[in-house]
């Protein structure tokens, strides 16, 4: 993945899947913002190693992509 502000390549410095309960920083806000959608996700802690930004990825299985994004019923 490339970083959003000088578009070198990150690193992952942490990685919590939907289930863990201890998360870090900002897990609690992408629960809350894909929960309606999908149980099964990951969520990643990536930093540039030259801008030394730090940012969030939520990542899905590629089956809940191809389903299309509605809500669940």
């Known amino acids: 993945m490339r970083c959003v502000t000088c578009d070198h ?14 998360g870090f920083k900002g ?7 894909v929960s309606w959608y999908t149980q099964d996700w ?3 802690r990536r ?4 801008c030394k ?3 969030l990825t939520v990542e899905l299985p590629m ?3 191809e389903k299309g ?3 669940k019923d």
């Open 42 to 44: 990951v969520c990643r």
């Open 9 to 22: 390549r990150t690193k992952v410095v942490d990685s919590r899947p939907s289930n863990t309960s201890s």
């Open 27 to 33: 897990q609690r806000w992408i629960r809350n913002l």
């Open 47 to 50: 930093q540039c190693p030259n």
């Open 69 to 71: 994004w509605s809500p």
């Open 53 to 55: 930004k730090v940012f």
């Open 63 to 65: 089956e809940d992509l």
